[in-house]
C-alpha cells in the first residue's frame, strides 16, 4: 500500500520560491513521471517525498501516513520513509563491491544474512548483473552503475520508488534499453514509481500517468501518455511533447487564412469552435503532414533532408517555415520532392491554440 | 496553511518536527570548541591589556607602544618581513620558472630538493648557519680568516641581513610551489598564441606569462609575509646574542625575565597585540597592491608547455641551482649532524674527532631529551589526531551541512592562521592559568591546547578539500536506504575521506614535532617538546648535544614526510 499524495507544498530556497501551492497524488502501484524542463522544480517535488526537502507549507502523505507536515509539525527523515531513491548521478557507493551496495538497505533493515542473500541474488539477476556482483564501481560503465543504483533502490522492497533523471547521463541505445527493463521491473514488482524526467520520450514509454510541469513549478497537464499526446491542453504542452509547427492564422470571413500581409493563403474552410479569438495558431506535428503533388495548400520545397527511415523537409508556406517528415518508404513510392519545387500539404490531427509559449528544454 | 507564511522565524523552526538532528548537534558542538580553543584566548588577551580588575585601562598599552626597545623591535620585524618577502618571492618566482618552463636538465630532482627547505624546522637552520658563519667560530668564518690571515669575518650571521637570509632559505618555497603548480596548470596555447602573434619570448613572459601567474605569486607572497612577521625561531637564536629583537622575540623575552609574572605576561600580552595589527596592516596592505588583476585562465591540467631553450645558460644556470641547493639544503644539514659527531663543540670536523656518543647520549642516556622525545611524540599524535577528527567535524559542518552562520565558523577556524604562534600562547597562558578556575600551566595539556588551535586551519583546509570531492547524493543514498544521518556519516563519508583524514594527520603531525613558538612559552619542568629541548640545550652551550638531537629530529620528520608522500601518492592512483 504506497500511494502518494502532495497537499499545497510550497518549498523555497532561501528568498526563491521553487515550487508552491502543489498537489499531487499518486496511485498505489503506478508508474508516474513527472515531465517538464529544466529547472521545473521536479527534482524537487521529489527530494520532498523522499524528505531532502523541509516544507514551508502543506503536507506530504505515504500510503495514507503523513511524513511531512507543517502544520503537524512532523517530519520524517528520509531514514524512515521507506522509500527507494536512484539518483541522476547513480550515487553508487565507490567504497563498495556491487553487492555491498545492494546489501546496504538490507543490512540497515536488519533482515537476516540468508535472506538477504537470497534477495541480493534475485534483485541482481532482475537488472541483469549477476556476474559484476565482486566488482567495484569504478570497474563498471555508466549503465551498469545505473542498474546497481536500481537495484539498491529495489532490493529493499520499498513502498515507492524514486528516480531523478537516470537515465540522462546515458548514451542513445543504453537509454532505449534501460527503458525498456524499468518498464519490465516495475511490472514484475509492482512498485509504486515516479520518475523525474525532461525527456518526453521515455516519459510516454514508461508511464501510466505524466504530469507535465512549467517553468513555474505548476502542473500544466495531467493524465495517460495517449491522452496527453492526443490532447494537449495548451501549446506549452504540445510543444513539449513532440516536434511541432505553430502556424499563425486569422479568421476573415468566416473562413481560416494563414497569417501573410501579402499573400492570402486559406488555410481551411471551416472554424474552430473552440476559438473565439480572431488571430490564434494552428498546431501540427510534422509527421502527420502529408506532402501531395497538388492540393489547397500551396507552398515551395526549401530544403531536403534525407535521415533513413524518413525524410524531412522544410517547406515554405507564405511567409513561414514549415517541418514536414514522411515516411522514407511512402516517399520513395509516391516520389520525392526536390529543392525548389512547389507542393501541397495536407495537415491531419490539427489543433489550436490561443497563444503560444517559449519551451526550452 | 496560508497563514504559516506571515509567521516569526522561530516559531517557523520549531514547526521542523525534531528538536536536534544530527547536524544540529555537530554545528553546536564545533561553534563550542572553537570558542573554547580559539575565541577564548583571544578575547583574554584584549581583557587583560586593556582592562584591569573589569575596569577599562589603555595605560599599559600606551606605555609599550611608546617604550623605544619595543619600537625598535616593531621595526626589525617589519624590515625583516619586507624582505623576506621580496627576496623570498624574487628566489621562488626565479627558480619556478627556471624549473618549469626551461629545458634545464635535472628536473625531476631539483623539484623534489626545492621543498626541502620547507619541512625542515628554521630554528635547526639558524642553529646550522650559526655554526657555519657565527663571526667569531662559524666554520666558513673561521675557514676564511685562516685563508686570508685578517680579523674580519666573510659575513656576521648574527644580524638583520643574517636572519633575513636564514628566513629566506626556509620561506622562498611558499611562493616556488605557488607558482610552479600554476605554470603546471596554465593552458600553454596561451603562450603560444602571443608567439604566433608576433611577440618574442620575453615581451611573452612580460605580458602574458607573468600576469598570469599574479595569483599564485600573490598568494606565495602572503604566506612568507605571515610566516616572517609572526616568526620566532630564527630571530631567537641568531638575535638574542646581540640584542636584535623582533616582535615575537620581545614578547618572549619579556615573558621570560619576568619569570612569567602575571605582570610580564600582560606586558607580553600588550605586544601581541601590537603585533597581530601590525599583520593585519601587512595583510591589507599587501592585498591592495596586487589588487590590480584577477584571472581564472588556468585551468585544467597537464598540458605539455612550451618549453624555453636556455642554450649556452643551460649548463651556468644547473650550476647556479645546484649550487643554490647545495647551500640552502647540504650545507645545513651536513653541518648538524657533522658537529652531532664531534666529540666537542670547536674541535676541527676531522673523521678522528668524530663519535657517536652525542646520539647515544640523547636517545638512550639524557633525562630531559628522552622526555622531549617521548613528549614531542604524544603531543603531535594527539593533536595530530584531536585537530584532524575535530577539524574533519567542523569542515563537514560547513560544507555539508551549511547551517546560517557558518561564516562564524570558518572565520574561527582560519582565525589562528594568520595569528602568529608567540602570540596564541600567550592567550592560552592567560586562559588556561588559573583564571578561568582552571589551571593548566605547567602540565602538557595546556601545549596540546595550544596545538590543536595553532593547527585546525590546517585540519579545515585539507578536509573541507575531501569533503568536497564526496558528492551529497552518496550520503542521501544511504539515508533513502534507511541509515540515520549519523549511520550514513559513518559508512558512506567516512570511508571516502579517510585518506584525506591521514594525510591531514601528518599535516598536524609534522609541524607539532618541529614546532618551537608556543611550546616554548608553555612548557614546564618536565614537559619539554624536541622544539623546546633542542633550544635549550643550545643556549646551554651544548652545541654537539644540541646538533645530535636536531639530527635526531630531522630524521623522525623524513621518515613522517615519506610516509605522507606515499599515503598521498596511493590516493592520486585511485
Not at chain 1, 518508404?329 to 517559449?358: H, I, P
Not at chain 2, 653541518?335 to 659527531?341: D, E, L, P, Q, R
Not at chain 2, 591531514?504 to 614546564?524: A, D, K, N, Q, V
Request: hydrophobic share 45%.
Amino acid at each position: 500500500m504506497a500511494e502518494v499524495r502532495l497537499d499545497n507544498v510550497s518549498i523555497s530556497y532561501g528568498k526563491k520560491t521553487v515550487i508552491e501551492d502543489f498537489s499531487l497524488h499518486v496511485e498505489d502501484g503506478e508508474c508516474f513521471t513527472l515531465l517538464g524542463p529544466s529547472p521545473c522544480g521536479k527534482t524537487t517535488v521529489l527530494r520532498a517525498i523522499a524528505g531532502f526537502e523541509k516544507l514551508q507549507s502543506g503536507e506530504v502523505k505515504l500510503g495514507g501516513k503523513t511524513v511531512a507536515s507543517k502544520d503537524k509539525r512532523i517530519f520524517l527523515p528520509p531514514e524512515k520513509r521507506n522509500v527507494g531513491v536512484v539518483f541522476q548521478d547513480y550515487a553508487v557507493w565507490p567504497h563498495m563491491t556491487v553487492a555491498e551496495n545492494v546489501y546496504y538497505p538490507l543490512k540497515k533493515k536488519k533482515i537476516p544474512k540468508e535472506e538477504s542473500k537470497k534477495l541480493i541474488e534475485l534483485t541482481l539477476k532482475q537488472v541483469r548483473m549477476t556476474d559484476y556482483a565482486k566488482r567495484l564501481p569504478y570497474q563498471l560503465s555508466g549503465g551498469q552503475q545505473q542498474r546497481v543504483a536500481l537495484a539498491r533502490a529495489l532490493v529493499a522492497s520499498n513502498d515507492v520508488i524514486l528516480l531523478d533523471e537516470p537515465l540522462c547521463n546515458l548514451d542513445a541505445n543504453l537509454r532505449e534499453e534501460m527503458r525498456f527493463e524499468i518498464k519490465q521491473l516495475q511490472r514484475e514488482t509492482g512498485n509504486t514509481i515516479i520518475y523525474v524526467t525532461h525527456d518526453q520520450d521515455i516519459a510516454l514509454a514508461i508511464s501510466n500517468r505524466i504530469a507535465v510541469m512549467d517553468k513555474n513549478g505548476k502542473i500544466r497537464q495531467l493524465g495517460e501518455p495517449e491522452e496527453l499526446f492526443k490532447n494537449p491542453v495548451d501549446s506549452f504542452v504540445y510543444r513539449f511533447l513532440g516536434l511541432s509547427n505553430f502556424i499563425p492564422v486569422e479568421v476573415v470571413d468566416n473562413k481560416l487564412y494563414v497569417q501573410d500581409e501579402s499573400e492570402k493563403i486559406l488555410f481551411s474552410n471551416t472554424l474552430p469552435a473552440s476559438i473565439k479569438k480572431k488571430t490564434f495558431f494552428a498546431a501540427c506535428r510534422p509527421m502527420n503532414i502529408q506532402l501531395t503533388r497538388d492540393g489547397n495548400l500551396k507552398g515551395r520545397i526549401k530544403q531536403v533532408m534525407f535521415l533513413g527511415n524518413i525524410y524531412e523537409y522544410r517547406v515554405q508556406l507564405g511567409k513561414y517555415e514549415i517541418r514536414v517528415q514522411q515516411d522514407a518508404f511512402s516517399a520513395f513510392k509516391n516520389g520525392v520532392f526536390n529543392q525548389g519545387e512547389s507542393c501541397a500539404l495536407q495537415m491531419n490531427n490539427l489543433r489550436y491554440y490561443e497563444d503560444v509559449e517559449e519551451v526550452s528544454a | 496553511m496560508r497563514t504559516s507564511k506571515l509567521r516569526g522565524k522561530n516559531e517557523l523552526r520549531k514547526l521542523d518536527g525534531f528538536k536536534f538532528d544530527t547536524g544540529q548537534i555537530l554545528l553546536i558542538i564545533s561553534v563550542a570548541i572553537l570558542i573554547v580553543t580559539v575565541a577564548l584566548p583571544m578575547l583574554m588577551i584584549i581583557y587583560n591589556v586593556f582592562f584591569y580588575k573589569w575596569s577599562f585601562d589603555w595605560k599599559l598599552f600606551a606605555q609599550m607602544l611608546t617604550d623605544p626597545d619595543n619600537l625598535m623591535a616593531m621595526w626589525n620585524t617589519i624590515k625583516i618581513a619586507f624582505f623576506v618577502t621580496a627576496l623570498g618571492t624574487l628566489v621562488g618566482l626565479f627558480f619556478a620558472w627556471l624549473i618549469g618552463r626551461s629545458d634545464i636538465p635535472l628536473k625531476g630532482l631539483m623539484k623534489s630538493l626545492f621543498v626541502v627547505p620547507y619541512m625542515f624546522p628554521p630554528f635547526i637552520g639558524a642553529m646550522a648557519w650559526g655554526l657555519l658563519l657565527s663571526p667569531r667560530s662559524g666554520y666558513i668564518n673561521k675557514l676564511f680568516m685562516s685563508l686570508t690571515g685578517g680579523r674580519t669575518p666573510l659575513f656576521n650571521i648574527n644580524s638583520l641581513a643574517g636572519i633575513v637570509f636564514v628566513e629566506i632559505c626556509y620561506y622562498f618555497p611558499f611562493v616556488f610551489i605557488q607558482v610552479s603548480s600554476a605554470l603546471e596548470r596554465m593552458d600553454p596555447t596561451l603562450e603560444e598564441s602571443a608567439r604566433i602573434a608576433g611577440a618574442n619570448q620575453m615581451t611573452v613572459i612580460r605580458k602574458i606569462t607573468m600576469p598570469l601567474v599574479v595569483p599564485a605569486i600573490a598568494a606565495g607572497a602572503m604566506l612568507i609575509l605571515i610566516s616572517s612577521l609572526s616568526h620566532f625561531g630564527v630571530p631567537a637564536i641568531l638575535g638574542f646574542s646581540r640584542n636584535i629583537f623582533t616582535l615575537p622575540t620581545k614578547i618572549y623575552e619579556l615573558i621570560y625575565r619576568s619569570a612569567g609574572s602575571f605582570e610580564g605576561i600582560r606586558r607580553g600580552a600588550s605586544l601581541s597585540v601590537l603585533l597581530v595589527i601590525v599583520v593585519v596592516l601587512a595583510l591589507a596592505l599587501q592585498r591592495r597592491l596586487l589588487q590590480a588583476g584577477h584571472y581564472d585562465i588556468i585551468r585544467g591540467k597537464s598540458m605539455r608547455p612550451m618549453l624555453i631553450k636556455l642554450r649556452r645558460f643551460k649548463i651556468p644556470m644547473l650550476v647556479i641551482c645546484l649550487l643554490f641547493l647545495g647551500i640552502i639544503v647540504v650545507l645545513p644539514l651536513f653541518i648538524i649532524f657533522a658537529v652531532g659527531f664531534l666529540k666537542a663543540y670547536g674541535l676541527p670536523l676531522k673523521l678522528e674527532n668524530m663519535t657517536v656518543e652525542n646520539f647515544k647520549n640523547v636517545l638512550f642516556v639524557s633525562k630531559m631529551a628522552r622526555d622531549a622525545i617521548k613528549n614531542s611524540f604524544f603531543l603531535s599524535i594527539s593533536a595530530g589526531i584531536i585537530t584532524m577528527l575535530v577539524g574533519t567535524m567542523i569542515a563537514y559542518v560547513i560544507v555539508k551541512i551549511k547551517p546560517k552562520g557558518k561564516g562564524i565558523l570558518e572565520v574561527l577556524g582560519l582565525l589562528p592562521y594568520s595569528i602568529p604562534g608567540i602570540v596564541l600562547a600567550v592567550g592560552v597562558i592567560l586562559t588556561w592559568s588559573g583564571a578561568l578556575h582552571i589551571n593548566l600551566y605547567n602540565s602538557i595539556w595546556i601545549i596540546l591546547i595550544a596545538y590543536i588551535a595553532r593547527y585546525m586551519a590546517f585540519s579545515l583546509k585539507s578536509a573541507s578539500a575531501s569533503l568536497e570531492q564526496v558528492h551529497n547524493s552518496l550520503e542521501e543514498a544511504s539515508r533513502s536506504c534507511g541509515a540515520s544521518h549519523f549511520e550514513s556519516l559513518l559508512d558512506v563519508t567516512m570511508p571516502l575521506i579517510r585518506p584525506g583524514m591521514v594525510a591531514g594527520f601528518f599535516l598536524i603531525f609534522l609541524p607539532s614535532m618541529r614546532e618551537l613558538t608556543t611550546s616554548l612559552l608553555l612548557y614546564g619542568p618536565f614537559t619539554r617538546t624536541l622544539g623546546v629541548a633542542i633550544y635549550s640545550i643550545n643556549e646551554e652551550g651544548n652545541t654537539v648535544q644540541a646538533c645530535a638531537l636536531a639530527g635526531v629530529t630531522i630524521l623522525i620528520i623524513i621518515a613522517g614526510e615519506f610516509i605522507l608522500r606515499l599515503i598521498t601518492r596511493e590516493r592520486k592512483g585511485r
